[in-house]
């Protein structure tokens, strides 16, 4: 059974940083691209970013480019998500998904986009 479990969320002020982890099991972990994908309330799913399967190729939303860092340990099976200077609008639910995307709308993204999501983190940057 495949499974992603992400951890790491907080409240945390702006400016902030956090790291999320995905824990990743039931399937070869090195053989797939992975992503996280954000959800704040209210709205739709959100493509943060996706790495290759060797971590090699790195892809962001414009909006965290410089901000937020996408790596993984193969040797783990742990997809990372480093954020810094965190800003109000990155308030979400961030959920790891298994595959690779660079979506044309990154704001449009569907369930079906991925074979498999975790149950997603809370992240909360609030003075």
């Known amino acids: 059974e495949v499974q992603l479990v992400e951890s790491g969320g907080d409240l945390v002020q702006p400016g902030g940083s956090l790291r999320l982890s995905c824990a990743a099991s039931?399937?070869?972990?090195?053989?797939?691209?992975m992503s996280w994908v954000r959800q704040a309330a209210g709205k739709g799913l959100e493509w943060v970013g996706s790495?290759?399967?060797?971590?090699?190729?790195?892809y962001y939303l414009e909006s965290v480019k410089g901000r937020f860092t996408i790596s993984r340990d193969n040797a783990k099976n742990t997809l990372y998500l480093q954020m810094n200077s965190l800003k109000t609008e990155d308030t979400a639910v961030y959920y790891c998904?298994?595959?690779?995307?660079?979506?044309?709308?990154?704001?449009?993204?569907?369930?079906?986009?991925?074979?498999?999501w975790g149950q997603g983190t809370q992240v909360t940057v609030s003075s």
């Open positions: 998904a298994r595959g690779m995307l660079i979506p044309a709308k990154p704001d449009a993204v569907e369930l079906g986009d991925f074979s498999s």
């Open positions: 039931g399937f070869k972990f090195d053989d797939y691209g």
């Open positions: 790495i290759g399967y060797n971590g090699q190729n790195k």
